[in-house]
């Protein structure tokens, strides 16, 4: 059968050749997230049922993908994926489960959508924290930016950075982070990796560690404001 993917509204869909209505969301109310692995393969997440989707380089449906229940509709979504280069994946969003586990903001899948339970989360951003954005260092390290108040039980306003085994990088030292004027927990919603791996961060905060920074603010790969 062969399968197209087309964009609409802020989704993808899969559609077989001939068909008129057999489509199948990737993505409702929200832009899907897509990342490609080094094979062509393509992950797809987003506001959809179970949230994350692997597809072939041709568009058809990944089989050997399975991420069984995922993170149910009715749980949460997958807002933002990164690939590694083993080729697991790395997911943050607004979930408390991934496949029946609990997993709180952050997952590691690996290559075959079962969950990597080497990768230890543990409280993860809380019960109500959520990630938006994560990038992946060279050194495998993770930084991931949302709206969260603590990453593992540690106090992290809106950015942290974490190691490959999940645990939290304590060298990546952010102070208060990211706030509103008022000091109550702001939004990341963008970060872009530099070659010194410093990062320039992007999102509806006014302060970072208690200085002022508008929307944008560039931070040393040690958690400092540059």
């Not at 197209?4 to 409702?28: D, H, M, Y």
């Not at 990211?178 to 010194?196: K, M």
Request: charged share 15%; proline share 1%; net charge neutral.
């Amino acid at each position: 059968m062969s399968i197209t993917v087309s964009k609409s509204g802020g989704g993808v869909f899969l559609q077989s050749a001939g068909a008129t209505n057999e489509r199948a969301w990737l993505g409702f109310n929200a832009p899907t997230i897509i990342g490609v692995q080094s094979d062509g393969k393509i992950v797809c997440c987003g506001l959809f049922d179970k949230s994350l989707t692997r597809l072939n380089s041709n568009g058809s449906l990944d089989t050997g993908f399975d991420v069984g229940s995922g993170v149910p509709y009715t749980t949460g979504t997958i807002r933002h994926v990164a690939i590694q280069s083993d080729g697991k994946i790395i997911c943050t969003g607004t979930f408390t489960e991934y496949n029946g586990v609990s997993r709180n903001g952050i997952a590691r899948i690996n290559s075959d959508g079962s969950l990597d339970t080497g990768f230890t989360s543990g409280s993860g951003f809380g019960l109500t924290g959520s990630g938006y954005y994560i990038v992946i260092q060279s050194d495998d390290k993770i930084i991931c930016g949302g709206r969260f108040s603590e990453y593992r039980g540690v106090s992290r306003n809106s950015v942290t950075r974490i190691n490959s085994n999940g645990t939290i990088d304590s060298a990546f030292d952010v102070g208060s982070g990211f706030t509103d004027i008022d000091g109550t927990i702001a939004y990341v919603r963008n970060i872009i990796l530099l070659e010194s791996d410093a990062i320039i961060c992007g999102g509806n905060f006014s302060k970072f560690n208690n200085f002022i920074r508008v929307r944008v603010a560039k931070i040393y790969s040690d958690g400092t404001l540059a």
